[in-house]
């Protein structure tokens, strides 16, 4: 991403400056957690899950749906920065018909799960979908992950997961790491990141609805026909979760090196990306993330952005589905 796309996302901080502060953290999900914090064993989480929710081992509730037959091959969906599983629902609809199952989880202070303060790094992630996975016990599962939910899925295939993942999808994905240091001279500058939290800080409603309304879909590009259906389902995933939940992600999703992880990974994996993403420039993760791969496969997407999988699902179902009967 160049310095003006940069300025893209970022360009109206100035305007959310105004000291409005973002307050509305730890709402929910006490008193499942307060149910079960300071047991931290298997029991005491099995005791705590129901049909559409499993309490991991430090004591958080996580939400997931979980559609189709059980005995269809899994599909496990992650979602990306500050949003949902409902942001899979137009490929959780789709491979369903196929006859997949498909399941997607609401990560830990984000959607429905719990708002819990702590553990807010890609470690916690990775180790509550797997918390997810066994619980289901899903097997032969292919994992799909986007933008922040690409270096979820590729942590837990490298810790968790290698012996019930079949495949890994990683979309817009943002292994290896996205911030510049010495070992990656062509990632963004921290100051790109602090940005983002300055803004949320300030004003988390308008920062999001510019996101969305913007770089995120492409819809800030010349002869862009925006959704506002769209920019107001990014906005509600949004705003859904946890201000402090969504403040340290940031850390998370910016500076975590996934460098090992991708040595890791023994399974085929799809890399997919759009030459027009302004979120994840593609120079500086796919084209990385690929070489890394001892079985990746690269596909690159002309003038698609960030949001492909919303706004292109034709193509991009089309392609996962290929992908995974291959």
């Known amino acids: 991403m160049s310095q003006s796309n ?40 099995a005791e705590g899950a129901t049909e559409s929710s499993v309490v991991t081992k430090d004591g958080v509730r996580i939400f997931f749906k979980d559609w189709g037959p059980k005995n ?4 496990v969906f992650h979602h990306g920065w500050p949003l949902s599983g409902d942001d899979w629902d137009g490929q959780m609809l789709f491979f369903v018909q196929k006859g997949f199952r498909v399941v997607a989880h609401d990560r830990r202070g984000h959607g429905r799960s719990t708002q819990v303060s702590d553990g807010h790094d890609m470690d916690h992630y990775a180790a509550d979908v797997a918390a997810v996975v066994e619980h289901l016990d899903l097997r032969n599962a292919v994992h799909i992950g ?6 979820e899925a590729a942590r837990y295939v490298a810790r968790h997961g290698a012996a019930r993942t079949a495949k890994l999808v990683l979309i817009g994905a943002v292994p290896p790491i996205m911030v510049k240091t010495a070992a990656n001279p062509g990632g963004l ?3 790109v990141f602090d940005g983002f939290r300055a803004a949320l800080a300030a004003n988390r409603a308008q920062f999001y609805l510019d996101v969305a309304s913007g770089p995120f879909y492409g819809y800030n590009r010349p002869g862009a026909k925006a959704s506002q259906g769209i920019i107001q389902n990014w906005w509600r995933q949004g705003m859904m979760g946890s201000a402090k939940a969504h403040y340290d992600g940031i850390k998370a999703f910016s500076e975590t090196d996934f460098t ?25 993760s796919a084209l990385l993330s690929v070489k890394l791969l001892k079985k990746g496969t690269l596909k690159v997407y002309e003038k698609f952005g960030h949001g ?12 996962l589905l290929a992908f995974i009967r291959s």
């Open 6 to 45: 940069h300025g893209s996302l970022f360009g109206r901080r100035a305007a959310l400056g105004a000291g409005v502060a973002a307050g509305a953290m730890l709402a929910s999900g006490r008193g499942s957690q307060a149910a079960v914090a300071g047991r931290g064993d298997v029991e005491a989480a």
């Open 72 to 75: 269809g091959q899994p599909i």
């Open 146 to 151: 986007h933008s922040t939910g690409g270096g």
């Open 189 to 191: 500058p921290l100051e």
């Open 260 to 284: 090992e992880d991708l040595k890791t990974i023994n399974v085929p994996t799809l890399v997919m990306h759009g030459d027009d993403d302004q979120i994840v420039p593609i120079a500086d």
């Open 308 to 319: 492909m999988c919303t706004v292109n699902a034709d193509v991009i179902n089309a392609d």
